[in-house]
Nanobody, 124 residues
């Protein structure tokens, strides 16, 4: 069993930056693929970024590519999402996700563990 707790959300002006953190419990954190999704009101949960167990392979949604960076610290059981050049379109509830397989699924249904989410609001 893995528990995920997100932090770092908040209110920021357009063009600003935030860094989200996801702290994971469990001794096998380093074996999980990890990632971030987001969900705005009235919209479906969408894939944002993923990182493999070793941290050497990452992928991003086209909408955040070049602005967001995902990383992980296996010793600290934490995954991060650095978000730069934020726009109002990035306003969402951001969720941390974990998969027991080697690849995080872009489909939310395909992943195994979820955090409760942290709100990111970008003002214009």
């Amino acid at each position: 069993q893995v528990q995920l707790v997100e932090s770092g959300g908040g209110l920021v002006q357009a063009g600003g930056s935030l860094r989200l953190s996801c702290a994971a419990s469990g001794r096998t954190f380093s074996s999980y693929a990890m990632g971030w999704f987001r969900q705005a009101p009235g919209k479906e949960r969408e894939f944002v970024a993923a990182i493999n167990w070793g941290g050497l392979s990452t992928r991003y949604a086209d909408s955040v590519k070049g602005r967001f960076t995902i990383s992980r610290d296996n010793a600290g059981n934490t995954v991060y999402l650095q978000m730069n050049s934020l726009t109002p379109d990035d306003t969402s509830l951001y969720y941390c996700a974990a998969s027991i397989t080697s690849i995080l699924s872009n489909d939310p249904v395909g992943n195994d563990y979820w955090g409760q989410g942290t709100q990111v609001t970008v003002s214009s």
